[in-house]
């Protein structure tokens, strides 16, 4: 396994609540974080449910999170990342120089919930007298800036939008960024907040379920949505080594693809999911047989639950059966632009702790992914060295991420 | 070592049309695309409830592509693009053309793309949110909001040119493009890819140029009146990649070379420190050019737009020009802006096209693009053959 690159730190906030210890507790508890949306009014729609976080200044008590009127999720942002360089041991000196730090964030809405704030308020008095200010904080770059400055970043700085494959893509970006020795520390990670704008799309599109998120079960109907914010703090090995820092697990490897197939639905074969899982496996110089948990995708969409099966089933051959997997949005429900940094960071707490999540709500398992160790009823007991985290969006965009215990 | 980059294949919409030969003779012969342009709050598809205040139609300078042009230039690459947003048609013409002339023989697996946009479905997102804001769930519009996802831009791309290996999309200011292209450039050297497309695209709307307008950048006097405010353009633009090896050891030979390329996040523009800081950027740039020609003119695209990043950028140049004992002018010699608007991610990208003449008779160029948020990339371009690393 490749151990040049390393996680000094996690931040995770979800539904589960604020850190790694809270969502692990989550997870040991199996306790969906589904409830009745409070954030908007969901009259109208077919669904209420799906998952929130706490409110920023709930989660970060104390912490300035730049003001009441900063957006949301720059607010969520700013206290988990935050709490990823205290995990990594930087909050009171950061030895690495500001133009050698960079920031490479995933998300598809970013500060949409400003953007909202201003349509709202245009609807209502009128677009000569709407107040624009809100429309200031929209454009990916602002909440670039706010936290590059907020944490003095001087580096690189960039704002992926691959759907929900974003978290994880941010993270093949930054392995390259520090491989190839163009930064020192990379902040990487996804996010998402929960929004009427998504529920309303993905509604229309049919794709929320009427039955509650249940992951590869025989008879699935949809997903459900969540809001969740995932940062990890990576660091060359020998670096973080030298500075006497305490990793978490390496960032083996990584990969990204494209579908090539169509803009909202998965190719049925699995063809671009196949070819991201080898190429993440290849770069992370480990073969599918070492690896000893997959974090699924596992939206509960019929279709895309089957493709992530067939393309696994593709790479794992007849081993699949032995390789622990679950969906761990059946906690958490789809964080979409964040799923892929919030299911790396759980992976991590996995490795960590020899323990993997049992999926929710599945009773009867579809035969069709018939193979698939799909888990259910209760936690496992791991001794994985190597854990495997895939993410898959609209527009084909597919991701994955190889995790090493250290 | 890293492997040195070379740009193999170029493609463009404009203002004034498709293809990268428009592009030039246009800026050759100083054809100005910039008209008056009224909007009208609503054309984005906006509703507001009776009663409500709705503000005067919005006048401003803008320089748009003629309609029906990357359509005609290019009918194969709009297949299943009949509901897709119109930024979207720009980027496939613009990539239809740099793969073409790249004539690369890389597999779909061994090609990847990075897109990126400032104002990507911005009209998409708008129209759908007033459908939800007028009808209430039954407002929201499955296609308005699968075809107005960022990434629809790179989906689209990836399905119709079959770049099957890393894709992205970023989302970004000004200097947004030349960031997709540091990314590219990474994804290349790492060995993931062995062709990238990277580009960037934009379409104008009533709400991006209402926005604009009401934070006070937009020009919406008439030049003689006042000379100073952003004119917004749209298009789109594609290079091909490559490593120079592979593209020799095929025989093939590259238009220019990326002899460097840096971006940085400055803290705040109105202070002292960053255009030290953004003077820190540029410096060895202009030295390693330097270095290769002599003492022979750079070529220089400037991030100027009439907004108030330009006396900063002007201010840090100066102090680039001292500190080399004035062996550099830092006058921007690009039209771009002048003639085609500021085209935001897609701007430094015509500028490339516009330095690659230049470049191609032996010269060097610096393209650099500076955004409000303090984003700011800088690219440096030299002949493909030339012996300057990749910085």
């Keep these: 396994m490749r151990q040049d690159i390393v996680i000094t730190g996690v931040g995770i906030v979800t539904g589960l609540g604020v850190g790694p210890e809270a969502t692990l507790e989550g997870l040991r508890r199996q306790r969906p974080a589904f409830h009745r949306l409070r954030s908007f009014d969901t009259r109208g729609y077919g669904e209420h449910r799906g998952v929130e976080a706490p409110d920023p200044a709930e989660a970060f008590p104390g912490l300035d999170l730049g003001g009441q009127r900063r957006d949301r999720a720059v607010q969520h942002l700013t206290g988990t990342i935050d709490q990823a360089l205290r995990d990594a041991g930087l909050e009171h000196e950061n030895p690495v120089a500001k133009e050698r730090r960079e920031l490479i964030l995933g998300s598809t809405l970013v500060a949409m919930l400003s953007a909202e704030q201003f349509l709202r308020e245009e609807a209502d008095v009128g677009p000569a007298r709407a107040r624009y200010r809100s429309l200031g904080e929209w454009p990916p770059e602002c909440a670039l800036y706010r936290l590059a400055r907020r944490f003095e970043i001087g580096g690189f700085s960039s704002m992926v939008s691959n759907a929900c494959a974003s978290g994880a893509a941010s993270m093949q970006l930054a392995i390259d960024r520090l491989r190839l020795g163009h930064a020192d520390l990379v902040i990487a990670g996804g996010f998402d907040p929960m929004c009427e704008y998504t529920f309303a799309g993905f509604g229309s599109l049919l794709l929320l379920s009427k039955s509650g998120c249940r992951p590869f079960q025989n008879g699935r109907d949809g997903m459900l949505l969540g809001e969740g914010y995932g940062i990890v703090v990576l660091e060359r090995a020998d670096d973080a080594c030298a500075r006497g820092a305490t990793p978490r697990a390496y960032l083996a490897g990584a990969s990204a693809s494209s579908d090539g197939f169509h803009l909202t639905q998965p190719d049925p074969e699995g063809a671009g999911a196949t070819r991201c899982i080898q190429a993440a496996l290849l770069d992370a110089g480990v073969t599918a047989q070492e690896v000893g948990y997959v974090n699924l995708h596992g939206t509960g969409t019929p279709f895309n639950d089957l493709s992530e099966f067939r393309a696994l089933r593709r790479v794992f051959g007849e081993h699949l059966e032995a390789v622990p997997a679950s969906s761990t949005k059946s906690y958490l429900g789809h964080t979409l632009g964040g799923a892929g940094a919030v299911e790396v960071v759980i992976s991590v707490l996995a490795l960590q702790h020899g323990l993997a999540p049992p999926t929710l709500n599945v009773s009867e398992q579809d035969p069709e992914t018939h193979g698939l160790d799909v888990l259910a009823g209760g936690a496992r007991r791991i001794d994985a060295e190597v854990a495997l985290s895939n993410s898959f969006g609209f527009g084909g965009a597919n991701a994955a991420v190889v995790v090493g215990r250290v | 070592m890293r492997p040195r980059i070379v740009v193999t294949g170029l493609g463009a919409v404009t203002p004034l049309g498709v293809g990268t030969a428009v592009l030039r003779a246009g800026l050759k ?269 750079l070529w220089l695209a400037l991030s100027r737009n009439g907004t108030l990043l330009d006396r900063f950028e002007a201010r840090a140049l100066a102090r680039v020009a001292r500190r080399v004992q004035g062996r550099f002018e830092p006058q921007s010699r690009s039209r771009v802006k002048e003639l085609l608007g500021d085209g935001m991610s897609v701007s430094p990208f015509w500028q490339l096209v516009e330095a690659q003449e230049h470049v191609a008779a032996g010269g060097q160029a610096l393209v650099l693009s500076l955004s409000y948020y303090g984003a700011v990339s800088l690219l440096h371009l030299a002949p493909a053959g030339s012996r300057e690393s990749s910085a």
């Design chain 2, 29 to 297: 012969a100083g054809r100005s695309c910039i008209l008056h342009r009224v909007r009208t709050p609503g054309e984005d598809g906006g509703r507001y409830p009776e009663g409500a205040v709705v503000s005067a139609p919005v006048g401003s300078y803008e320089a748009t592509v003629p309609e029906a042009e990357p359509a005609a230039a290019a009918p194969e690459t709009t297949k299943g693009l009949r509901r897709a947003a119109v930024h979207v048609g720009f980027g496939a013409a613009a990539s239809h053309e740099a793969l073409q002339q790249s004539d690369s023989m890389v597999p779909p697996e061994r090609r990847g793309l990075v897109f990126s946009s400032s104002l990507a479905s911005c009209r998409f997102s708008y129209r759908l949110w007033h459908g939800l804001l007028a009808s209430g769930a039954a407002g929201a519009s499955p296609s308005l909001f699968s075809e107005g996802v960022p990434n629809a831009l790179s989906g689209h791309l990836a399905r119709l040119f079959q770049i099957l290996g890393p894709g992205h999309m970023l989302g970004g200011g000004s200097d947004v493009g030349l960031r997709a292209l540091v990314l590219a450039q990474d994804t290349l050297q790492a060995g993931r890819a062995d062709l990238m497309l990277v580009g960037a695209a934009e379409e104008l709307s009533e709400i991006a140029s209402r926005g604009y307008r009401k934070f006070g950048v937009v020009k919406s006097r008439r030049a003689d009146q006042s000379p100073a405010g952003l004119v917004l353009g749209e298009g789109a633009a594609a290079i091909v990649l490559e490593r120079e090896r592979d593209v020799l050891a095929a025989g093939r030979t590259p238009l220019l070379a990326v002899a460097g390329i840096r971006s940085a996040q400055l803290a705040d523009l109105r202070r002292e420190a960053s255009i030290d800081q953004l003077a820190r950027l540029i410096e060895p740039a202009v030295r390693q050019a330097l270095e290769s020609t002599g003492d022979a003119p």
